[in-house]
């Protein structure tokens, strides 16, 4: 890409990849056809819906056209679902670990491939292990997969060490099939747990005070299979929000929802952008360098670490000087040795980064090295002068449905290259 041009106009979000590939997991709870709508045409995607085949459904994903890059899945899961999910698939996607909950609650045993993902940190799976063993189940772990047996989960209290996202969510699949009421306590707040739970009622499930630290379900004997439509994708949102204010451009973002993203917005506005909520959507705008903001990863409604390698490229073109904070995951900070060969100054001490804004970063070429720090690494492209290189976008298509075409629709000056061999 060529930097120089500020991104302006409009922006279409699909769903959230972080919620659709729950909600995809959540299918295996009913037999009978789940339609899904609003699903990001990436890579994840394609692998959780591989995952699916493998455990015997049929699944099948269209493009809607409509410019966001999103579509329609459907899946057929069988009376009797396999309980054994492939090493090789599993290992490339850390939510694969979501189909767990479902399967032990609905089969009784789940035969699941310790997870693979982003290199942003130990990632450990204690909290669903102990959860899970909590409602019943008896978990081992032998050559490289969980195996989980369950006749019988049994509802019960658990609290969560931390409010992680994944544990939370593949607690409450377990827990919709329990018997008898599950309170899962430190409970993660996310918007896409609501979405998990909204589907999930849909589907007959009980459950009370989703999106609080204390939720409640009341096991029931059988789900029924929904079409159900994925909320806003709030990261992509915030992508496209920090990319309008460090090229110092004018984006409306449709779709996106201004209180999945409040302390992100806060922030830009503070940074001195103009953030306007509007009824499709969140427009944002900037005329001036913005200014160093400090910024602290938490959990929701804190600021989402997800967006964290976008803040440390914004801060890096910024007036004054930002210390970001990284709470949630230890390894993130991993893409800045990238992020300074483009020019930055940034200087990390264990979870925290000092960044000393610069006018502008300098062309070269650098590496993705997992989702976001590939998002944030675009986005440091289009501020540096020249033209630079970001390799392994492999990492991007994993998060980001059309990534280059949606820039370009901004006014981006960037092509896809395949390289030879
Ligand atoms: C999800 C998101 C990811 C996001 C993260 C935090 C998906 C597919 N991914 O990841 O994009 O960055 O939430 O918002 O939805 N932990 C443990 N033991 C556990 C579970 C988690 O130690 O049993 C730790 C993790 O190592 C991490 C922290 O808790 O340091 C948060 O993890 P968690 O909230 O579970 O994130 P994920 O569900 O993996």
Not at 144 to 149: D, E, H, K, P, W
Not at 177 to 194: K, Q, W, Y
Request: aromatic share 4%; charged share 20%; proline share 5%.
């Amino acid at each position: 890409m060529t930097g120089g041009t500020a991104l302006t106009g409009r922006v279409r979000v699909t769903g959230a990849k972080n919620s659709a590939l729950k909600l995809m997991a959540a299918a295996l709870l009913a037999p009978g056809r789940t339609t899904i709508d609003e699903v990001p045409d990436i890579l994840d995607v394609a692998i959780m819906s591989e995952v699916l085949r493998r455990l015997g459904c049929d699944v099948d994903y269209r493009r809607t056209g409509d410019g966001g890059g999103g579509g329609r899945v459907t899946i057929d899961v069988p009376e009797a679902p396999s309980t054994e999910t492939d090493y090789d698939l599993v290992r490339r996607m850390r939510a694969s670990i979501s189909v767990l909950g479902p399967l032990v609650a609905r089969c009784g045993s789940a035969k699941v491939a310790l997870p693979g993902g982003d290199a942003i940190g130990s990632r450990g799976l204690d909290m669903h292990i102990s959860g899970l063993e909590r409602l019943g189940a008896t978990i081992v772990s032998e050559h490289g997969f969980l195996v989980a047996t369950a006749p019988r989960l049994v509802g019960t209290s658990i609290w969560l060490d931390f409010p992680s996202v994944g544990a939370t969510e593949n607690l409450v699949m377990a827990a919709v099939l329990a018997s008898g009421t599950t309170v899962i306590d430190n409970a993660a707040r996310e918007p896409e747990i609501v979405d998990l739970c909204s589907m999930l009622r849909a589907m007959g499930a009980l459950i009370d005070g989703a999106g609080t630290s204390t939720i409640t379900v009341e096991g029931v004997g059988s789900l029924s299979p929904v079409t159900y439509t994925t909320v806003p994708d709030r990261i992509v949102a915030g992508t496209w929000a920090i990319g309008a204010v460090m090229t110092r451009g004018d984006v409306l973002v449709e779709r996106a929802v201004a209180e999945h993203m409040a302390v992100a917005l806060d922030k830009l506005t503070d940074a001195g952008a103009t953030v306007e909520a509007q009824p499709g959507g969140v427009r944002v705008a900037m005329t001036e360098r913005p200014r160093c903001v400090d910024i602290v990863t938490l959990p929701f409604p804190g600021f989402p670490t997800d967006l964290q390698p976008m803040a440390v490229a914004l801060a890096a073109v910024s007036t004054g000087t930002a210390l970001i904070t990284e709470n949630v995951f230890e390894g993130r900070f991993m893409f800045v040795n990238e992020l300074v060969r483009l020019g930055a100054d940034v200087r990390i001490d264990g979870h925290h980064a000092v960044v000393r804004g610069r006018e502008k970063l300098s062309s070269a070429p650098v590496v993705a090295t997992d989702i976001r720090a590939g998002a944030g690494l675009v986005l440091a492209g289009l501020v540096s002068d020249g033209v630079t290189e970001v390799q392994e976008v492999h990492h991007v298509d994993r998060g980001y449905p059309d990534f280059v075409e949606q820039l370009r629709g901004l006014g981006a000056t960037i092509e896809r290259t395949e390289r030879p061999g």
